[in-house]
């Protein structure tokens, strides 16, 4: 039998799920994630908008260390306003526009200073 969380055989589990031994010893020992040490250095959230379907983005202020950053996800030609594109990204995305697809865009920065995601 695996265990739910690490996907590793559990100890003290015979085949079909019989207990060998006294009840409760076929519990996983393996580490879970709950158990992992945070990450320390790691940007802080202050506010989160999830997608809008009006302005076509989702947005997320972070803090990381004094800096503070936004991060802008959504409609190519909306994000594109945001920040100052390659050309070749706009055509590009226009081509593809063009086509019928949906092209998404990411771009990260202060706020007069952002600019898109490779």
Known sequence: MLCRVSMKPMSGLRRFGQRRGRPGSGRCRHPHPGRVKPVTGAPKLINFE????????????????????????????VVSKLSLPAPDAVDAARALEAKGYRVLAVAAGESGAMRLMD
């Open 50 to 77: 999830p997608f809008d379907p009006a302005s076509k983005m989702a947005k997320a202020s972070v803090s990381i260390g004094s800096a503070k950053q936004t991060i802008v996800k959504g409609a190519f030609t």
